[in-house]
């Protein structure tokens, strides 16, 4: 069964340093994948998706996704955190079509902490 | 959150009583869906529809009914059979149902139990 993993609660990190948010997937066939952010009581904002092509995937507000397929990941990076990127970030996967409808399969989230 | 916009923000429900979820969307979007978030779950999905006067159940479809009579539209009612309605209820849009289509979220609605 297709599933997604996010293997941290929480990512703290320094102002200005770099940050990696983790995720791992399990799918049959190739996988398209997804990052979101959700600031406190709103929805998600979509950030990032890989479908195929460079695995270096670049996003809104400087994030960056690196697909790597052998390790079954899809870690989120920026290079240089602000403290306005503290959120929760959740990433998703999806099959591809088999004819049917596709859903999102969620991971639980990771909540980034950027520290001044 | 640009393009769908739900409604209330906050809503009640007293014991044995259904309540009724907004959505709507202004994107032109085929497919809209309902997930529901808990802590540390993530999302999950409750209903999908991929056009007007068709909808699917999700993976926690039980205590929860939908309508899609118009495109922009799809309503979510909480009916009296869930009995663990708090959490935090999220709509969503796509394009269409094909999976490169990216969906789109709205700013949700907290669900809470009197």
């Known amino acids: 069964a297709q599933s997604v993993a996010q293997p941290e609660d929480q990512v703290n990190v320094a102002e200005g340093n770099p940050l990696t948010v983790k995720c791992t997937y399990s799918v049959s066939g190739n996988p398209y994948l997804f990052w979101y952010v959700q600031y406190p009581n709103r929805g998600l904002q979509f950030l990032l998706k890989?479908?195929?092509?460079?695995?270096l995937v670049k996003g809104s507000y400087g994030f960056e996704a690196e697909f790597n397929k052998s390790q079954t990941s899809f870690h989120l990076k920026k290079p240089s955190a602000l403290v306005s990127d503290s959120a929760l970030y959740f990433c998703?996967?999806?099959?591809?079509?088999?004819?049917?409808?596709?859903?999102?399969?969620f991971g639980a989230g990771t909540r980034l902490a950027v520290h001044p | 959150d640009g393009g769908i916009t739900q409604s209330p923000k906050y809503l009640f429900r007293k014991e044995g009583q259904n309540v009724t979820l907004s959505c709507e969307q202004n994107l032109n979007h085929d497919a809209m869906y309902w997930y529901r978030q808990d802590p540390g779950q993530g999302l999950r999905l409750i209903y999908y529809s991929q056009i007007v006067n068709d909808f699917q159940k999700g993976d926690i479809a039980e205590g929860y009914s939908v309508s899609r009579e118009k495109k922009e539209s799809f309503p979510l009612t909480v009916t009296s059979a869930q009995k663990n309605p708090t959490a935090f209820y999220l709509c969503?849009?796509?394009?269409?149902?094909?999976?490169?289509?990216?969906?789109?979220f709205g700013p949700g609605t907290r669900l809470l139990v009197l």
């Open positions: 969503a849009s796509s394009i269409g149902r094909t999976s490169q289509e990216t969906q789109y």
């Open positions: 890989y479908i195929t092509g460079d695995n």
């Open positions: 998703a996967v999806r099959d591809p079509p088999s004819g049917g409808y596709n859903k999102l399969i």
